[in-house]
């Protein structure tokens, strides 16, 4: 099983439209996500930080599911600007105590949002 | 304004030849990073620092080198030892190390094309 997985898509969508991709990872010592924004050609861009409790900001919704070992993003009401690769980002902790961290970046989800 | 700074944006090289790409930041960041990303393919971590004068290798560092003489700067060259060197290069930094608690910032990347 790899470490950290997305369905790479193309999720083709409507505007308006809800759509939600999951990322699982497979170390259970992971302690840390991130979701992250790619435009074709450029550098990735922190989207949102994943919490236990869940984050919302604005029509953007990221969960976190300890027991599946998952996470997920949903996005509400879609817009043309929201067609992008959207990337998981997983860190497990290495030193209880201290910063070191062995991140993960999964492949990226490409998004698609039509007229 | 702070960020990360990475050049040239694109750069073609002929095979044989070393190459060395500049990546500068002005965040006060100790951890650098050189990231690799191939057409629908991940970011493959190439090298990291996590202090002046100290490096480490990632998953992929055959063919590449770095050095970490000044905490704003990570350059890293691609050897002729490298077998495919035609890639999309990405810098970045963080603090902590791997950000644990943040994330990351990254430069606008390198297009290195091989003739």
């Known amino acids: 099983r790899k470490e950290v997985e997305q369905d790479p898509g193309p999720f083709n969508v409507p505007e308006g439209a809800t759509v939600a991709f999951n990322c699982t990872y497979s170390n259970s010592a992971s302690q840390s996500f991130f979701w992250y924004r790619q435009d074709c050609r450029k550098e990735p861009k922190l989207l949102m930080s994943v919490y236990s409790s869940g984050n919302e900001d604005g029509r953007f919704t990221a969960q976190l599911n300890r027991a599946s070992q998952y996470i997920s993003l949903l996005i509400r009401d879609s817009k043309l600007s929201d067609s992008a690769t959207y990337l998981c980002?997983?860190?497990?902790?290495?030193?209880?105590?201290?910063?070191?961290?062995?991140?993960?970046f999964g492949k990226g989800t490409k998004l698609s949002v039509k007229p | 304004d702070g960020g990360i700074t990475q050049s040239p944006k694109y750069l073609f090289r002929k095979e044989g030849q070393n190459v060395t790409l500049s990546c500068e930041q002005n965040l006060n960041h100790d951890a650098m990073y050189w990231y690799r990303q191939d057409p629908g393919q991940g970011l493959r971590l190439i090298y990291y620092?996590?202090?002046?004068?100290?490096?480490q290798k990632g998953d992929i560092a055959e063919g590449y080198s770095v050095s970490r003489e000044k905490k704003e700067s990570f350059p890293l060259t691609v050897t002729s030892a490298q077998k495919n060197p035609t890639a999309f290069y990405l810098c970045a930094s963080s603090t902590p190390f791997q950000g644990v608690a943040g994330e990351l910032f990254f430069g606008e990347g390198s297009r290195l094309t091989v003739l």
């Open positions: 620092s996590q202090i002046v004068n100290d490096f």
């Open positions: 980002v997983v860190i497990a902790i290495m030193n209880y105590g201290g910063s070191q961290g062995n991140l993960i």
